[in-house]
């Protein structure tokens, strides 16, 4: 079985605490409202569709990980094409590098070990066939409830 992996990655001292700082979360940095709200429909789309599998966020010293697993590519695709293009990247202050490609389930399973057991880390969504006794899913410093999975 295969998966559709998206990736975006920033090394900079300023995210160091972007798990606990709401000041660092991109929605302050850019506050465009029409497409935050275009952006959380399509997420809250794909999440209860079940077409995103996983979306975390993994901080380890100042590097910042965000990922994304997919069912496949045209899940993605259709998320992609329910929001305007993230023109605010034009002007990201910081060096990035964002990745998409296919994955396999070996593959998968080793960047989801990773994921697992990074000591900083959001895992926003799990789909319930990812999910793992003790597990917390939600990102606090957002409007939504965290779940710790029995």
């Known amino acids: 079985m295969s998966y559709w992996l998206t990736t975006f990655e920033v090394t900079d001292s300023n995210f160091v605490d972007y798990i606990q700082n709401p000041d660092k979360r991109f929605q302050t940095i850019w506050p465009d409202a029409e497409y935050w709200n275009k952006y959380?429909?399509?997420?809250?789309?794909a999440r209860d569709s079940g077409k995103l599998i996983v979306r975390s966020k993994v901080v380890d010293g100042d590097h910042f990980k965000f990922t994304q697993v997919w069912e496949n590519k045209s899940a993605r695709d259709e998320y992609?094409?329910?929001?305007?293009?993230?023109?605010?990247?034009?002007?990201?202050?910081?060096?990035y590098t964002m990745n998409a490609r296919e994955v396999d389930s070996a593959e998968l399973d080793?960047?989801?070990?990773?994921?697992?057991?990074?000591?900083?880390?959001?895992?926003?969504?799990?789909?319930?066939?990812?999910?793992e006794s003790g597990?917390?899913?939600?990102?606090?410093?957002?409007?939504?409830?965290?779940y710790t999975v029995p």
């Open 40 to 45: 959380g429909d399509a997420f809250r789309k």
């Open 80 to 95: 992609d094409s329910d929001i305007p293009p993230a023109t605010y990247l034009e002007s990201f202050p910081y060096e």
């Open 110 to 131: 080793t960047i989801w070990s990773d994921i697992k057991n990074a000591e900083q880390k959001v895992l926003q969504v799990v789909r319930s066939d990812f999910r």
């Open 135 to 146: 597990m917390v899913i939600g990102d606090p410093l957002k409007s939504e409830s965290t």
